[in-house]
C-alpha cells in the first residue's frame, strides 16, 4: 500500500510511539521473555553489539549518567564540606572576613550538591502519564536552586565586607589564615574540574554551572592569601577590601551560571549540534531535504524532532526505512541523544494538493 503521509517514533525512554514506532520501555520487545534472565540477556547482548540503539541501552546509559552525577555530587560534598570546615576554625581564631567570605562562600557551594542530587534522583524516574517526558527538567530547577545560593552567598560576603570597613578590627593567626587559603584553592580546583568534566560528558549544565562556581571560590581563596599579606605588613583595611573582592568574582560567576541555566530553561542548543544534525539527516539515502529540525535538553538527555522529505511515490513501508535510517544516523551524529521523532513528508509535485492543508488554519501566525 502506498501513502503520501509516512510517520516513524522512536522515544528512547517512553514508549509511546507514532503509526510506525517502535516500543519502548514500556512496550514489548523483539525476541520475547521477560524477568530477571531477559535483561541478564539483553545486557549480555549489549556487550556484543556495542553500536546498538534500543531504548533499553539509551536507558542504561541514562541512568548511567545520572549515578555518574550523583557520585560526582557526593565526591564533591565531601571535599568541600570538609575545606569549608578546616577555614571554619580559622576564622573562629583569627577574625579574618575576607577567610569568612570564602569558608561561607565553600560550605554554599557544597550545599548546591543537594538540589542536584534530588534533581538526579528524580530524574531517574519513569515517565507517567501527568509527567508525559519524565523528570529530566528537575535538572533545570537544580540550576536556578545554584544560582539563588551564589547569589545569597555574594550578598552575605558583601555586607561581612562593608560591616569589616565600617567597623575595623585586627586579625590574629596569620599563617593560619594563609593556610587555610590556599587549602581552600586546592580543594575547590579539584572539585572544580571534576564536576565540570563530569558535568559535560553527560550534558549536565546545572554540574558545569557548580564547576564553575568551585572555580572561582578557588580563585577567591588565592585572594585571601592577599589579605593576610596586608595585614601582616600593618594594613588593616586589606582583609575586608579583599573580602569585597571576593564579592565581585562571585558576582562574576553569578553572571556565568545565570546565563548558562537561563539558555537550558529556554531549550537554547549548542548551534554546532543542530548543524551535525542536519548534515546526518542530510546525507541518509532517501531523504530529498530537511524541513524542521528541532532540538532540546530534557535534564541532561537530548531529544529530536525533524521533518524529512522523502519520494512521494515510496510505500509505507519504505518511506519507515528512511526515517529508520535517518534516526540511526542522528543517533550517532548526536552525542546525548536518547530520543527522536522523524516525521516524513512527500516531496512536493507542481499542481498537486498541499497535504498539510487541512492543518493551515491552525497555523500560529
Known sequence: MDDRHGHHAHHGDHGHHGHHGRHGDHGHRHGGGGGRWARLRHRAGHLLRPHSHDSADRTDHALESSARGMRALWVSLVVLGGTALAQAVVVALSGSVALLGDTVHNAADALTAVPLAVAFVLGRRASTRRFTYGYGRAEDLAGIAIVLTIAASAAF?????VDRLLDPREISHLP???????IGFVGNEWVARYRIRVG????????????LHARTDGFTSLAVLLGAGGAALGWQPADPLVGLAITVAILLVLRDAAREVFRRVMDAVDPELVDAAERAVTAVPGVRGVGELRLRWIGHRLRAEVAVVVDGGLSVREAHRVAVEAEHALLHAVPRLTAALIHADPAPVPGAPDPHAPLAHHAVP
Open 200 to 211: 559535560r560528558e553527560i550534558g549536565s549544565a546545572a554540574l558545569v554551572a557548580d564547576g
Open 176 to 182: 593560619a589564615v594563609a593556610a587555610a587559603a590556599v
Open 157 to 161: 560576603a558583601a555586607w561581612a565586607a
